[in-house]
């Protein structure tokens, strides 16, 4: 295969690895087309070469998939079925081992923090709680409870006190490289507090 190389960069337009199983001639398992390798977002894929009338799409780099392992002694708050740990598409986690007639699946355990009121909320004269989240990629953030009603989010840990500065009804907490610093979330204000 000549050596693909992109001209306005110079350089290879795909890895050695993928130049290797572009050598080995694979056909798509729905419609018997040659299966080609394209790049996208997420990196190298195969791709249907009958594409738009055939949709296969395949990654290049197959993860090993982990099987689902029973936790003895569980049980599901919903159905009484066992729990077990399973592997979804954001990363692992534990559900009821009778899924899809079951959808349960347990919260993450939160680290000591408490629930601050949203002060976003509290200003509407509603009730919604700050609570910390975790996202997709693995960041933690805090969000109201009262989403999609409410929007607020703090990427920092939202602290029960009123800033002396702007009257905001919580600070947040953050490490900085001096300490931990208790600082107002509002951009217009510039109240920061070192703690001990």
Same mark, same amino acid.
């Given at each position: 295969?000549?050596?693909?190389?992109?001209?306005?960069?110079?350089?290879?337009?795909?890895? /050695?690895?993928?130049?290797?199983?572009?050598?080995?001639?694979?056909?798509?398992?729905?419609?018997?087309?040659?299966?080609?390798?394209?790049?996208?977002? #997420?990196?190298?894929?195969?791709?249907?070469?009958?594409?738009?009338?055939?949709?296969?799409? /395949?990654?290049?780099?197959?993860?090993?998939?982990?099987?689902?392992?029973?936790?003895?002694?569980?049980?599901?708050?919903?159905?009484?079925?066992?729990?077990?740990?399973?592997?979804? /598409?954001?990363?692992?986690?534990?559900?009821?081992?009778?899924?899809?007639?079951?959808h349960h699946i347990e919260e993450e355990q939160a680290h000591d923090t408490p629930s601050v009121p949203c002060p976003v909320c509290l200003s509407k004269g509603c009730?919604?709680?700050?609570?910390?989240?975790?996202?997709?990629?693995?960041?933690?953030?805090?969000?109201?409870?009262q989403y999609p009603k409410c929007k607020y989010v703090l990427n920092h840990q939202p602290v029960e006190h009123v800033c002396p500065q702007c009257h905001w009804p919580?600070?947040?907490? /953050?490490?900085?490289?001096?300490?931990?610093?208790? #600082?107002?979330?509002?951009?217009?204000?510039?109240?920061?507090?070192?703690?001990?």
């Open positions: 295969m000549p050596n693909s190389i992109d001209p306005n960069k110079g350089k290879p337009l795909f890895s /050695r690895h993928e130049h290797a199983l572009e050598k080995a001639y694979e056909v798509c398992p729905e419609c018997g087309s040659e299966l080609t390798i394209k790049r996208g977002k #997420s990196g190298a894929f195969f791709s249907c070469s009958n594409y738009p009338n055939c949709q296969y799409t /395949r990654s290049v780099v197959e993860h090993e998939r982990v099987e689902d392992t029973p936790l003895p002694g569980s049980e599901c708050p919903l159905c009484g079925h066992e729990l077990a740990v399973k592997q979804g /598409r954001y990363g692992m986690f534990i559900g009821c081992t009778s899924y899809p007639d079951c009730i919604g709680l700050l609570k910390e989240k975790t996202n997709r990629f693995g960041k933690t953030f805090y969000s109201c409870d919580i600070l947040i907490k /953050r490490v900085m490289a001096s300490g931990e610093v208790l #600082s107002c979330p509002q951009k217009q204000c510039d109240y920061k507090l070192k703690t001990l």
